[in-house]
């Protein structure tokens, strides 16, 4: 009767585990994604940053320039701070998640560990 019920226990446990790791894959492939978007803003805003200093080098006089630099400016910085608070969020997560992970694993182990000492 005991190894009846071991059995619905371990089956549980095989359930759980699937379902963390589909977790854990759907996380892997949201970060990559991720990844590849800031990558992309990355460049995005790199190219703003070099036709912005490329404007301040040409446009010291230029009053029409200067407010299109400042303009510019403005929206990297915008675009910047969105970006970061998006990492940060994401860290965040990424921290919550890890130490959801290792909880998991933890009680896995001890509990392979009294399935080891117990036959």
């Known amino acids: 009767m005991a ?7 371990n089956v ?3 359930t759980l585990f699937k ?15 991720e990844c590849i978007e800031i990558g992309s803003k990355f460049h995005d805003l ?7 200093m490329q ?8 009053h029409s320039v200067a407010s299109e ?3 510019q400016d ?3 910085r ?5 970006f970061k608070n998006k990492y940060e969020s994401r860290i965040t997560t990424y921290k919550l998640n890890s130490e959801h992970q290792a909880r998991i694993v933890d009680d896995l182990q001890s509990r392979v560990s009294a399935y080891e000492t117990y036959n």
């Open 69 to 71: 630099y400042l303009e």
């Open 19 to 33: 379902e963390e790791f589909a977790h854990v894959e759907e996380l892997l492939i949201s970060s990559r994604e």
């Open 3 to 9: 190894e009846g019920g071991s059995s619905i226990s």
């Open 55 to 62: 404007l301040q080098e040409t446009s010291s006089s230029d």
């Open 12 to 14: 549980d446990e095989e």
């Open 78 to 82: 915008n675009d910047f701070e969105e």
């Open 74 to 76: 403005k929206e990297v």
């Open 46 to 52: 790199s190219l703003k940053v070099e036709n912005m």
